[in-house]
């Protein structure tokens, strides 16, 4: 009986820290039509981010939103839309890279 209940604990601790590397995350959608956008002045646009960090799956602080990466970059025109995602065992940390003027 006890070795059953090792078992069990051992798999649900697996399958705990599994579960963490499984999450998935919707991809920024960029509806700004690039194909109008002068990349050569991409050196004068502006760049602003908003990120968020994660422990274990829960959100400790942040916006990654295009919205919050707006306001604190003072950008009036959007560019471009990028998404960077770091990951380690349990950590993460998601931020979410505005360009423009």
């Not at 050196?43 to 990120?51: G, H, L, T, V």
């Not at 003072?74 to 950590?91: E, H, L, R, T």
Request: charged share 20%; glycine share 6%.
């Amino acid at each position: 009986m006890m070795k059953l209940i090792k078992s069990a604990l051992l798999f649900g601790a697996v399958l705990f820290f599994v579960a963490g590397c499984s999450l998935a995350v919707t991809p920024v959608s960029n509806t700004v039509d690039l194909s109008q956008v002068d990349f050569t002045n991409a050196a004068s646009f502006k760049e602003s981010k908003a990120c968020a960090s994660y422990l274990f799956g829960f959100k400790l602080e942040g916006n990654p939103s295009v919205m919050e990466a707006v306001k604190s970059g003072g950008i009036k025109k959007v560019k471009s839309v990028d998404y960077q995602v770091m990951d380690f065992v349990v950590f993460r940390k998601a931020c979410v890279v505005v360009y423009g003027q």
